[in-house]
């Protein structure tokens, strides 16, 4: 049974910063592609950042420069380093993990607002 379980949402003022981690419970953990997608109200689902099992990354236009993700295969975990926060970056926050098939977290809201 594969379970992503995210932390380190909440609320942040604008410019601040924020570190999300996914914690993977599975098996060769090093051989998904690990992403993080967000979804605001009313929005569909749209990709923030993936990282391969080779540690290629690759982002959202909106986010290039400000956010970074990275993983540590030894904790079985991914991260996504959040900067230079603005209020439309306010949504849940989902872990994916996909080799075959694709599993999801049950997200984290991450809010930013004055």
């Known amino acids: 049974q594969v379970q992503l379980v995210e932390s380190g949402g909440g609320l942040v003022q604008p410019g601040g910063s924020l570190r999300l981690s996914c914690a993977a419970s599975i098996s060769l953990f090093s051989v998904y592609t690990m992403g993080w997608y967000r979804q605001a109200p009313g929005k569909q689902r749209e990709l923030v950042a993936v990282i391969t099992s080779g540690g290629n990354t690759n982002y959202a236009d909106s986010v290039e420069g400000r956010f970074s993700i990275s993983r540590d295969n030894a904790k079985n975990t991914v991260y996504l380093q959040m900067n230079s926060l603005k209020p439309e970056d306010t949504a849940v926050y989902y872990c994916?993990?996909?080799?075959?098939?694709?599993?999801w977290g049950q997200g984290t809201w991450v809010t930013v607002a004055s």
């Open positions: 994916n993990a996909k080799l075959h098939i694709g599993y």
